[in-house]
């Protein structure tokens, strides 16, 4: 189940966020205005995600786990056919 979790980043940066979400292990990016934004990460790819985030100048920094319930969802989604990005 550790491949399926993705982390939700709350971000706000001193540069604009643009191609971040073009990041293949981005996924359901919102941005609130072009400097903050929220989206959920691959685990494997936090660090390099935050790399790039670095870049952009990190004023604030939000991560939290997927919840156990998360982690079940993305897991029969998956099974099912359904991966939801």
Do not use: C, W
């Amino acid at each position: 189940m550790r491949q399926l979790s993705r982390s939700t980043v709350h971000v706000t940066t001193q540069q604009p966020l643009t191609g971040l979400k073009a990041l293949p292990a981005v996924h359901q990016f919102k941005a609130k205005t072009p400097t903050q934004a929220v989206f959920s990460v691959d685990a494997e790819a936090i660090g390099q995600t935050i790399t790039t985030l670095s870049r952009l100048g990190i004023t604030q920094l939000t991560t939290t786990p997927p919840t156990l319930e998360d982690l079940f969802l993305r897991y029969y989604n998956q099974e099912g056919g359904k991966d939801e990005q």
